[in-house]
């Protein structure tokens, strides 16, 4: 499937090394990658597009004592190679000394990475990935009459490899693969004055066998787009709300950013000095597992080759650790704990889970708003302020009345995330966080 080898990478980054300490360098890392993947929409039945794309790269970071220089190519030729370090070599040579620069200690390495099942081919071709696109779309038109239009149906297969080494000894690298399929149907009202209303699916994973069926991801699509038909706004109230599971990811991503080691050190978040304190309540926990097979957010070791491990990042409400890359960490003192390049697979649990998924949360709301849908990019992570557009439904006697638009909800993220009431049972994964959905006690909505 590759052009290269492992092996082939593996000389690549050894002459990449070389090169480096023949110049001067002190430390070099190296990484070589090659990609591939397909991706095709659909819209109204038609092929929109299609597109396949076919990348490699080589990249070297360089140090002279604590002087950073990188450089990378795409050009594999050893001409190209040796340039691309020269390159790194006097970029090295003018920048300013920062004395946290440097890679990851030798100890802190993986030396014996996992196999943790990430690489499932999905040997798909442009004309069955637009079989696949259409019968997700069609099963939406399907739905209803009212399903008039699309945004369109999308199917995609990734695969890429890389490998990395630094002159501490390192080498690791590993293929993976990810794979999506998705659907955004428009409903209309109908009538001189229709009112449309569009919505959108989508299933992603590493292993095709275990996308979703195209028809029911179609299907869903269509549902959610005609819920949306005839909706109103509110006046302005304080009131309970819930973040349905895709949006609780994006708010379990927010409490990520805030206590992330770039961050912390510029002094950059609204959760400062929060090691060892309360940032969520008792009844939750945030756990971070890098092992798990086949994951979206699973990694034997980060960017900088650290080694990861699972961890208990929120304890009881406690924070218990941050997210730090080898910089970040020597920035604030402290010690990396293998998130260079970000978060691995995270689970947000709860004391407090009603059975029943979202309809037993809205039972145990009563009265409030469900949030589907996030606008705009209100939030300051300096403060927590937090204000965005929303769509959603309104709820009374924990049943859906109807749905809302043209609102805004406003809070406060410190004060939100203290403030999560119960966390659904209707869990769900995006990107590398795992939640249900979200109850919060008290927000101001603004409407009319």
Known sequence: MFTYTSNQFQEIIDFMLKEAKRRGASDAVAEVSEGQGLSVTVRKGEVETIEQSLDKQVGVTLFLG????????????????KATVDAAFHIAQHTAEDVCAGPAEADLLEKHPLDLDLFH????????????????????????KQIQNSDGASVSAHHAHFMMGTSLGFMGGYPFSRHYISCAPIASSGGKKAHMQRDDWYSSSRIPEELADPAAIGRYAAQRALSRLKARSLSTRRCPVIFEAPLAAGLLGGLVQAVSGGALYRRSSFLLDSLGKQVLPKHVSLFEDPHLKSMTGSAPFDEEGVKTSTRTVVDKGILEGYFLSTYSARKLG????????????????????????????????????LVTELMGQGVNYVTGDYSRGAFGYWVENGEIQY????????????????????????TLIRGTKETGSILLGSMTVGGK
């Open 66 to 81: 604590h002087h950073r220089g990188n450089a990378s190519t795409s050009d594999f030729s050893k001409e190209s190679l």
């Open 121 to 144: 081919p999905w040997n798909i071709d442009a004309a069955a990935a637009v079989e696949i696109a259409r019968s997700a779309e069609g099963a939406a038109f399907a739905v209803s």
């Open 334 to 369: 402290m010690k990396t704990t293998g998130n260079a390049g970000g978060s691995h697979h995270l689970t947000l649990q709860s004391k407090k889970t009603p059975k029943g998924g979202l309809p037993a949360l809205l039972k145990e709301m009563g009265t409030g708003l």
């Open 403 to 426: 749905p809302v638009e043209e609102v805004t909800i406003a809070g406060n993220l410190r004060d939100m995330l203290m403030d999560i009431q119960l966390i659904g049972s209707d």
